[in-house]
């Protein structure tokens, strides 16, 4: 099993509509998480922190499930510029906190 | 306040040649990662450097790829005798400390390829 797994998509959203992907993790021990933007072929950026059970900002909400070890991203009112590749990061703490990231989930975000 | 920098953000290089890659931290970042990106994959670790020392070097290739972070200058990624195998982005990311989470800030990247 991946140290982290997302579905790739793409997920194609209409302008407007409500997105949802989850991301499963496979270190129980695992204490933080992060959602990561990145944009064709630039680097990625922080999206949102997650620490406990979840953390809303603005039109996006993650949320964490420990028992089942995963955390997922909600997006509300799709945004066109929404679009983008969402990485789901799991940061290793004893080891200097290198980050593992999943492979990436797809999002187009058509008018 | 300047970002992560990184340069050159394109390198081409032929088989066998030798590539540099430089990564400048942000101001006051003694933390240092490196990435690299396969295409259509995702992010992977490289190596973990702290000023002028490795931490961590548990995902570089055993051969061919070396990493430092001189106490003076920007962290230098070497790949010697590249191979088309090498072609990918390679990220930098710096951060403030390494315990705890501290956001690492990525810089814009180095994309290599080898003809």
């Known amino acids: 099993r991946k140290e982290v797994e997302q579905d790739p998509g793409p997920f194609n959203v209409p302008e407007g509509a409500t997105v949802a992907f989850n991301c499963t993790y496979s270190n129980s021990a695992s204490q933080s998480f992060f959602w990561y933007r990145q944009d064709c072929r630039k680097e990625p950026k922080l999206l949102m922190s997650?620490?406990?059970s979840g953390n809303e900002d603005g039109r996006f909400t993650a949320q964490l499930n420990r028992a089942s070890q995963y955390i997922s991203l909600l997006i509300r009112d799709s945004k066109l510029s929404d679009s983008a590749t969402y990485l789901c990061?799991?940061?290793?703490?004893?080891?200097?906190?290198?980050?593992?990231f999943g492979g990436g989930t797809r999002v187009l975000v058509k008018p | 306040n300047a970002g992560v920098m990184q340069n050159p953000r394109h390198l081409v290089r032929r088989r066998g040649q030798e590539a540099r890659l430089r990564c400048s931290p942000m101001k006051g970042h003694s933390h240092v990662y490196w990435y690299r990106q396969l295409p259509e994959e995702g992010l992977k670790f490289m190596v973990y450097?702290?000023?002028?020392?490795?931490?961590?070097e548990s995902g570089m290739p055993k051969e061919r790829f070396s990493a430092e972070f001189p106490k003076e200058g920007p962290s230098i990624l070497r790949i010697q005798q590249v191979v088309r195998g090498d072609s990918a982005a390679y990220f930098c990311a710096s951060s403030s400390t390494g315990t705890g989470y501290n956001e690492q800030f990525f810089g814009p990247g180095t994309r290599l390829t080898v003809l």
């Open positions: 450097l702290q000023k002028e020392n490795i931490i961590d």
């Open positions: 990061v799991v940061p290793i703490k004893a080891a200097g906190n290198k980050l593992t």
């Open positions: 997650v620490y406990s």
